[in-house]
């Protein structure tokens, strides 16, 4: 499975993006689909994730009232809305596959993963 992030550019603080990530087969409309991010100097962490129906999902707790995650299974796509955007949200953004169908916050339940697709959010 090859995943491809699209989406991220520079926005001003309290602007939005929306984040995108196909898959270049249809492998993954069984399987849980998440977002990570990764900003310099820090560790990968969890953004959001959705079940495979699209029914559920998760969210880092600190980034639910303005982050949105969806996906188009027939697309074999994922998508980031984040909104009302700060400059600590500056990151490169990952999507990855998960091996399960229910959303996870742990990274280590994702096999494959995408390039990233960087963010820049100016203050």
């Known amino acids: 499975v090859q995943l491809q992030a699209s989406g991220g550019g520079l926005v001003q603080a309290g602007g939005s993006l929306r984040l995108s990530c196909a898959a270049s087969r249809r492998t993954n409309s069984n399987n849980a689909m998440g977002w990570f991010r990764q900003a310099p100097g820090k560790e990968r962490e969890f953004v959001a994730a959705?079940?495979?129906?699209?029914?559920?999902?998760a969210y880092a707790d600190d980034l639910q009232a303005r982050f949105t995650v969806s996906r188009d299974n027939a697309k074999n796509t994922v998508y980031l809305q984040m909104n009302s955007l700060k400059p600590e949200d500056t990151a490169v953004y990952f999507c990855?596959?998960?091996?399960?169908?229910?959303?996870?916050?742990?990274?280590?339940?994702?096999?494959?993963w995408g390039r990233g697709t960087q963010v820049t959010v100016s203050s």
């Open positions: 990855a596959v998960s091996r399960f169908s229910y959303p996870s916050r742990d990274r280590s339940n994702y096999p494959y």
């Open positions: 959705i079940g495979w129906r699209g029914g559920t999902t």
